[in-house]
């Protein structure tokens, strides 16, 4: 029998199983982690039901309104340790935490609330929810419709009735004309209006630059004088158009009865969806859904990023990417062929391959002071003096901004770039050079033509390691361009199309932010799973990209290696 234990041992079977064992278990942690998020993050976009109960303590009831947002069990001693008193001796005690929203009338949008305290609870399907623009949801009863300040319906009970349903089928038509005004109000103040300033500011710039050039000839400034009156006219009638289309958007209004029965009025100009998830069929639940889904990876963040979505994000996330692949691969590259095919073989060399190596192991948020402290300060400094003068004292380069984090983060993975493309140059055969070399083709035309597109798999593979590590990096990239809220994307309609001046949003400082800066924690959670969620899917669709591309150059040259 020890026999047979020793020669399986020497079989080397046991390491192959443990291997895979291992492999196994990493596999069902990550999809178990993936999944957690998955759970926690999306389902946070279902339109939950609205329960209303009466919450009784000390004698004293009140009437509580909101979303089961989670339910745990403590332990009955603690809350009576806390001086609560709990009317059951058993061990655990249930407690719900609810959105309450309506956090302009209580201060805040959850409360905890002990199932032994809660009776008559119910799911009226007369109860709605208004997701607002600002004070986050509302909940309550609609009691009335007013336009300009006068009620034009009413409706006092609390069944539904077709009165009801005609009060409701109304208050979704204003509603809709509301967001339809929103939407044209955006669009003259975000892109008409800030082109018309993009365009004023570069007629300043460009006034500054004849002044600073001592230019006198009185013809260039006349040109821009007459084009600041041109825009100066277009910007007055946008300016009327915006005072007509406000007076319109804030005409109408309702009034609700919320828990505790106080009445509120809101501006249908403040709401961006309202509905009654308790009246909801599954298939108008799935559609919500669907919206909501939608709203998160196509808006813009509102509510200190804790509501809305996270578009701005997305974008400057797979920007920064692509700028970062198309900086680092061609360095890495050259560098790579240098050290391989150029280089002669030494000590030198071998201690550049120690400096690159150990390039790689050093701390993130060195390369971002590093960043900041060369590429901003100095480098950007120095192209504001020297072809920015105009806008100073306010800096164009000299400022973090997407080029210098594109730049930073490129300086991070060009490592990882040269490694895997010196590796894949060690491995083509001796012989096909030679046979190159023999057939009359010189060194370079040998590098252009076979030994390059030989190694391209494994400069893909260099480059798809770059993106992995680059796109969850958050230390440096708070140093060097990346900010809480952008107020526009650094690609746009404006000359010149691309700002790498401009700061931007990413998905991992994103979470960072909502995660531990935001004020209210509790409507943040969700949204850090959700994004977390987002930037996993958006780093496996650039690395399947990526992939992809190596698969199709690997087949493509196959062919020189037989």
């Known amino acids: 029998m020890n026999i047979s234990v020793k020669e399986w041992f020497k079989s080397g079977s046991p390491w192959v199983w443990m291997n895979a064992g291992a492999v196994a278990i990493c596999l069902i942690m990550v999809v178990g982690l993936l999944g957690l998020i998955a759970v926690r993050g999306l389902s946070h976009f279902w339109p939950a039901n609205i329960v209303q109960a009466t919450y009784t303590v000390d004698g004293q009831s009140k009437t509580i309104i909101g979303e089961v947002v989670e339910t745990n069990e403590v332990l009955t001693k603690q809350l009576i340790e806390a001086g609560i008193k709990i009317p059951d001796d058993s061990e655990f005690s249930t407690r719900h935490l609810l959105k309450v929203g309506n956090r302009d009338i ?73 967001l339809q005004i929103h939407e044209d109000i955006l669009a003259i103040e975000k892109h008409e209006i800030g082109a018309i300033n993009y365009e004023l500011e570069r007629l300043r710039l460009k006034e500054r630059g004849l002044q600073l050039d001592n230019v006198t000839d009185q013809a260039p400034y006349d040109v821009i004088n007459k084009r600041r009156k041109e825009l100066d006219v277009a910007y007055e009638g946008m300016q009327q158009r915006l005072l007509d289309l406000y007076a319109q958007i804030n005409r109408d209004s309702l009034t609700a009865e919320v828990a505790g029965g106080k009445v509120v009025e809101v501006q249908l100009a403040k709401i961006v969806r309202i509905f009654r998830p308790n009246a909801m069929h599954t298939g108008q639940k799935i559609a919500h859904y669907a919206s909501k889904l939608w709203e998160f990876v196509s808006d813009e963040p509102r509510e200190a990023n804790t509501e809305g979505g996270i578009f701005p994000a997305i974008f400057g996330t797979v920007m920064m990417v692509l700028l970062m692949s198309l900086l680092v691969t061609p360095f890495g590259v050259i560098a790579a062929v240098y050290l391989r095919e150029y280089a002669k073989q030494g000590f030198i060399t071998r201690l550049i391959r120690i400096a690159v190596n150990n390039l790689a192991g050093v701390p993130s948020i060195v390369y971002g002071v590093f960043g900041l402290g060369f590429f901003v300060y100095f480098l950007g400094g120095n192209i504001d003096d020297l072809f920015f003068a105009a806008a100073k004292p306010a800096p164009t380069f000299g400022t973090p901004g997407l080029m210098w984090a594109s730049l930073t983060l490129a300086l991070l993975t060009v490592p990882v770039v040269i490694v895997a493309t010196e590796e894949g140059l060690s491995r083509i055969p001796r012989a096909l050079r030679e046979g190159s070399l023999a057939l009359g083709a010189t060194k370079f035309e040998t590098l252009m033509k076979v030994v390059l597109p030989m190694a391209s798999p494994a400069m893909m593979t260099g480059v798809i390691l770059a993106i992995a590590r680059a796109a969850g990096e958050v230390a440096p990239l708070m140093l060097v361009g990346v900010v809480k809220l952008a107020p526009s994307l650094p690609l746009d309609g404006n000359y010149p199309f691309i700002h790498l001046d401009q700061k931007f949003m990413h998905l991992g400082f994103h979470i960072y932010d909502v995660g531990f800066q935001s004020p209210n924690v509790e409507a943040a959670r969700p949204l850090v799973y959700a994004t977390a969620m987002l930037l996993v899917l958006v780093i496996a669709l650039l690395n399947m990209s990526a992939i992809a591309i190596r698969n199709h150059l690997r087949e493509k040259y196959k062919a020189l290696e037989m």
Not at 162 to 175: C, F, H
Request: charged share 35%.
């Open 106 to 178: 209580y201060g805040s949008d959850f409360s905890w609330a002990l199932e032994h305290f809660l009776s008559d609870q119910s799911k009226p399907e007369m109860l709605f929810t208004a997701e607002r623009r600002e004070w986050g949801n509302l909940y309550g009863y609609l009691r009335s419709l007013k336009e300009s300040g006068e009620e034009v319906v009413r409706f006092d009970g609390y069944d539904q009735s077709a009165e009801y349903l005609a009060l409701w089928d109304e208050l979704d038509k204003r509603v809709t004309r509301a």
